[in-house]
């Protein structure tokens, strides 16, 4: 369209240009000497002439051009929503049928072909976990924790008494490798569940009862998991980057090599905690309880340690650069070859061991 109205402008001006230069009376464009009383002289147009002839033509038409543009771009918006709102709807009830036909596959399972008791590497546990996994990767984090909620209540993903020998058997479902990104499990019994490399970012597991759960190697990075319970936890090697243990249990968790990067374990109770050769660089530790724990050749550097209790830990060769200890309670804790260069705070008195390097 643009092209066409610039070369309809480009012929105008070309024909004008001509009508003047080749006197081209007829056009009314030059001017006209008088010949006779009769017929008398009239004189070339003016600029203001021009205005005066093209100007409201001009106007009226780029008003009506830009009316028309709007027009189009808010008939194309309402068309790109309605468009928009139909994929949604769409999505939304492909993943409850999803769900749905999930549930009920689950459930025949559980009730028709005994997968509760089933026996380890037994046929049905196989079906139910590749159903399982197909299923949590087509849901929304709401539905992901619907999948999860139904697993734990059933007893699927923990240990459970076996039959006339009481025996305890192997969990029947587990999550190994699930992809659980942002789901939604607030308060959910997840003890003894096995989570390894399971992809929970994201996800709400505020109060949630993780209380010896396998999650070694899982991804938590930015997961919440406020007041949660997670004493025996499993989460050597596990990321942790950015994730919220505010206030959360982490008694005697296995943390060795764990990514804690930048998380908030304000007021945490990390007593007996293994975090040996764990990345804990910029955390946030602010009151936690850190008695008894391992931090051997951990990564402390520019974390926040102001008033937590390191007494008796095992800080020996960690990195602790830059780290704030105001505050910090460092009776007996080992410090043997720890670098505090540039560490704040810091009161050696009751500790043990020599540092490498001082504040």
């Known amino acids: ?13 070309a024909f004008v240009a001509l009508a003047y230069s080749l006197r081209w009376h007829w056009t009314g464009f030059p001017a006209v000497p008088a010949v006779s009383a009769e017929i008398q002289e ?21 008003l009506a051009f830009l009316l028309n543009s709007a027009q189009s771009r808010r008939d194309q918006q309402r068309e790109d929503q309605r468009a928009s709102q139909a994929r949604v709807l769409a999505t939304d009830a ?77 969990a029947s479902a587990d999550l190994t490798r699930a992809d659980l990104r942002a789901a939604k499990l607030s308060g959910v019994d997840l003890s003894d569940g096995n989570f390894r490399a399971a992809n929970l970012s994201d996800a709400d597991l505020v109060q949630a009862d993780l209380n010896n759960a396998s999650l070694i190697g899982a991804d938590l990075s930015y997961a919440d998991l406020a007041a949660a319970d997670l004493t025996n936890a499993k989460l050597d090697r596990a990321d942790l980057t950015g994730a919220d243990f505010l206030g959360t249990d ?3 968790a296995e943390l060795r090599m764990a990514h804690l990067r930048e998380a908030h374990l304000g007021n945490s109770n990390l007593s007996w905690a293994n975090l040996m050769e764990a990345d804990l660089s910029g955390a946030h530790l602010i009151l936690a309880r850190l008695t008894n724990a391992t931090l051997t050749g951990a990564d402390l550097s520019r974390a926040d340690l102001s008033h937590a209790d390191l007494s008796h830990a095992e800080v020996s060769e960690a990195d602790l650069r830059g780290a704030s200890l105001d505050g910090a309670n460092l009776t007996g804790a080992n410090l043997l070859g720890a670098d505090l260069r540039g560490a704040r ?12 390097h001082m504040p």
Do not use: N
């Not at 369209?1 to 001006?13: D, K």
């Not at 009239?42 to 780029?62: E, F, M, N, S």
């Not at 539905?143 to 076996?162: D, M, N, P, Q, S």
């Open 42 to 62: 009239r004189p070339a147009k003016t600029v203001w002439d021009w205005l005066q002839l093209l100007g409201i033509p001009v106007a009226l038409a780029a």
């Open 1 to 13: 369209m643009a092209w066409l109205a610039a070369t309809v402008a480009a012929a105008f001006v």
């Open 94 to 170: 492909e993943r409850e049928s999803t769900l749905g036909t999930y549930l009920a596959r689950m459930s025949d399972l559980t009730l028709d072909r005994g997968l509760l008791h089933s026996k380890p590497r037994a046929d049905v546990r196989e079906v139910a976990r590749t159903a399982t996994l197909t299923a949590v990767r087509r849901l929304d984090g709401a539905r992901k924790g619907l999948v999860v909620r139904f697993l734990a209540e059933a007893r699927l993903i923990t240990r459970h008494e076996g039959g006339t020998d009481g025996l305890l058997r192997v």
């Open 345 to 356: 705070g810091v009161i050696l008195k009751g500790s043990r061991g020599k540092p490498a």
């Open 250 to 252: 982490l008694t005697s």
